[in-house]
T-cell receptor, first 117, second 114 residues
């Protein structure tokens, strides 16, 4: 069965601190995709990144970076120099790698990040 | 490019009633998935439609149903509403072409069942 675990329920940091959100996944598929989404208080899930199972390169986008390690089934997300606008709930998600199996995202429970000024 | 739109944004119903929610996808997207979000259960997959056919289904009772039209717009229906159906219902759309795909979410419909 597929499963995503985000062990950190809530994290609170002060602005400009770095913060890492953990994500551990379980799947028997050899081809799969991992995602991070951000959900601000407005409720809409905002796509941040997609990573496929064959690409273990880390990725950096501005203050955001992602570390994918297949050996530990983890896909962690780091925000550098956090800002108040980063306050949101962040979800890690997993999908299958083929056509129809991509339509079903398995989500973790989410990590609520609060960045205080 | 316009994003995913969902109507209505808010809905209040009473137990036993039925409700229909609508989702219009991003232009060119043919896959529409529906999710239920509650504080207790988190985000759970309801079903996915592609080319007017249900392609995937989550573990929800038959009271939850959906359909997709030829223009890829989708509706989901919940019959005989229960208090536990109160939730944020999110629609997500994707190309659905079979290659690497990403789901883009709408703002959701917040349903309250009294």
């Amino acid at each position: 069965a597929q499963k995503v675990t985000q062990a950190q329920t809530e994290i609170s940091v002060v602005e400009k601190e770095d913060v890492t959100l953990d994500c551990v996944y379980e799947t028997r598929d050899t081809t799969y995709y991992l995602f991070w989404y951000k959900q601000p208080p407005s409720g809409e899930l905002v796509f941040l990144i997609r990573r496929n199972s064959f690409d273990e390169q880390n990725e950096i986008s501005g203050r955001y970076s992602w570390n994918f390690q297949k050996s530990t089934s983890s896909f962690n997300f780091t925000i550098t120099a956090s800002q108040v606008v980063d306050s949101a709930v962040y979800f890690c998600a997993l999908s299958g790698g083929y056509g129809g199996s991509q339509g079903n995202l398995i989500f973790g429970k989410g990590t609520k990040l609060s960045v205080k000024p | 490019k316009a994003g995913v739109t969902q109507t209505p944004r808010y809905l209040i119903k009473t137990r036993g009633q039925q409700v229909t929610l609508s989702c219009s996808p991003i232009s060119g997207h043919r896959s529409v998935s529906w999710y239920q979000q509650t504080p207790g259960q988190g985000l759970q997959f309801l079903f996915e439609y592609f080319s007017e056919t249900q392609r995937n289904k989550g573990n929800f009772p038959g009271r939850f149903s959906g359909r997709q039209f030829s223009n890829s717009r989708s509706e989901m229906n919940v019959s005989t509403l229960e208090l536990g159906d109160s939730a944020l219902y999110l629609c997500a759309t994707a190309l659905g072409s079979g290659g690497p795909d990403t789901q883009y979410f709408g703002p959701g419909t917040r349903l309250t069942v009294l």
